[in-house]
């Protein structure tokens, strides 16, 4: 079985700032690993993806996700936060056969100015 | 990437009644996804359509109350039965990229039930 957890319902950053968005897995098989990005009214929108290959994954909007399999964990972040980002923000897991997703409880990351 | 159109986008419905909720992709896919999200949670897997067969339900959903059609590879339909306001959710359909290794999502069918 696979899960994901995410820490941290809210998030909250100041304009500029370092984003940091937490998630750690749990799987029996080699994961792939998504970061999804909900938009108020909106569908999912894929940020970015690990699928074994090269461990540290750069996505859209200027954000990277680092796998570390040591620590079961995939954190999404941006070095510098715009206004435009404050979305809700999903970790998913899935095997490498990609029968289903099963995605974290969601980050919803505030941006202040 | 995959452009999915979903309708209606959003309803209202009174309980008891059922809506059908279609998912349109512009490309032909072997897998397509149907998940619910409840108001201020995480997406939830219902089922998994596969066209020509019947649907693959996850644990906690079943097909007297959310039927699932799959008539071709670039179309389906779910329908939520018999509703309650417990069924007011985000309804979304998914399929899987080209290389199987992504998930592309519709923007979802926003059901309130009352």
């Known amino acids: 079985a696979q899960s994901v957890t995410q820490l941290g319902s809210h998030v909250s950053v100041s304009e500029g700032a370092l984003v940091l968005l937490r998630c750690n897995y749990s799987s029996s098989v080699p994961p792939y690993l998504f970061w999804y990005v909900q938009y108020p009214n909106q569908g999912l929108q894929l940020l970015l993806k690990?699928?074994?290959?090269?461990?540290l994954v750069k996505g859209i909007n200027g954000f990277e996700a680092e796998f570390k399999k040591s620590e079961t964990s995939f954190h999404l972040t941006k070095p510098s936060a715009h206004m435009s980002d404050a979305a809700e923000y999903f970790c998913?897991?899935?095997?490498?056969?990609?029968?289903?997703?099963?995605f974290g409880t969601g980050t919803r990351l505030l941006v202040s100015p | 990437s995959a452009v999915i159109s979903q309708k209606p986008s959003r309803d209202i419905c009174q309980r008891g009644t059922s809506l059908t909720i279609q998912c349109q992709v512009d490309s032909q896919v072997t897998m397509m996804f149907w998940y619910r999200q409840q108001p201020g949670q995480s997406l939830t897997l219902i089922a998994t359509?596969?066209?020509?067969?019947?649907?693959?339900?996850e644990s906690g959903f079943v097909i007297d109350k959310f039927p699932i059609s799959r008539p071709n590879l670039t179309f389906s339909t779910l329908t939520v039965s018999n509703m309650s306001p417990e069924d007011s959710s985000i309804y979304l359909c998914?399929?899987?990229?080209?290389?199987?290794?992504?998930?592309?999502f519709g923007q979802g069918t926003r059901l309130t039930v009352v």
């Open positions: 998913a897991v899935s095997s490498p056969s990609f029968q289903k997703l099963v």
């Open positions: 998914s399929v899987e990229g080209d290389v199987n290794t992504e998930a592309f």
């Open positions: 359509a596969n066209q020509g067969s019947e649907a693959t339900y």
């Open positions: 690990y699928t074994s290959a090269a461990t």
